[in-house]
């Protein structure tokens, strides 16, 4: 099957090259950077590339819109497909936000950081579907599987929460990690020294519900444990306010076993 592409990020890359591995073809990347298009065009060995304004409907069977969240809806009402089937791979935006794009459309999210610089070399990567009709369907899961193995159906309704988890349990807990990085490093400790309980954190989690797991001073009420470690972080605001909130969402999750 062939393929165009909006969009130039991670996704775009990703999408791009796991496609044209699996035989389908690309016949245009667009995007507003002109050269970024060009890169990306000629990685994935098409000679055409250009501004969004020069996609022609029917020159792909599918169209990826990879691009923000914020921009789907803006490119999307500029289009006007009848033949192409256009996908958007974003999990907090719905199908019907392209609606004005398509006859024909369809959405993949992979729930998975992917980033250009660090393309995941396996198929274990899980990815959210949907589909407005039959053709849509079709056409979708046969590049999707392309992509990887692991496919589910998920309406927005559900992807939205889904979402929200993986932001929770990605970006947060990833941000919580650059607070131990920093707070290691302004007291001259090795934020290595951490590695072995992170690995052991989410080896754990492979077998045992996380809410079972729960250790530390907030599921063991010590409140004088709890009250040192807010003081530590006194020229730190933002942080005790983390603290004292996960603090209290675990004491209270506790509360309801």
Known sequence: MTFSIIGTGNIAWFFGNRLMTAKHHCRGVYARDNEAARKLAEALLSDKY?????????EADVC?????????????????????VLVHTAGAVGLDSIKQGAIDRAVIWPVYSILKNNMPNHRNIPCA???????????LLTMAHAITDDLFEAKYDQRKWLHLSAVISNNFINH?????????????LPFSTLMPIIEQTYDRIRATSPQRLQTGPAVRHDETTIQQQVALLANHPNWQ???????????AQGAKK
């Open 176 to 188: 919580l990690l650059a607070v131990c990085e920093q707070i290691c490093g302004e007291n001259n």
């Open 50 to 58: 250009g501004a969004i304004g020069e996609i022609e409907d029917g």
């Open 64 to 84: 990826f819109l990879a691009v923000s969240d914020t921009a789907i809806v803006q490119i999307a009402n500029k289009l006007s497909f009848k033949e192409t």
């Open 129 to 139: 579907w949907e589909a407005s009709s039959e053709k849509a369907k079709r056409y």
């Open 241 to 251: 306010k983390i603290y004292g909130a996960i603090t209290d969402s675990i004491q």
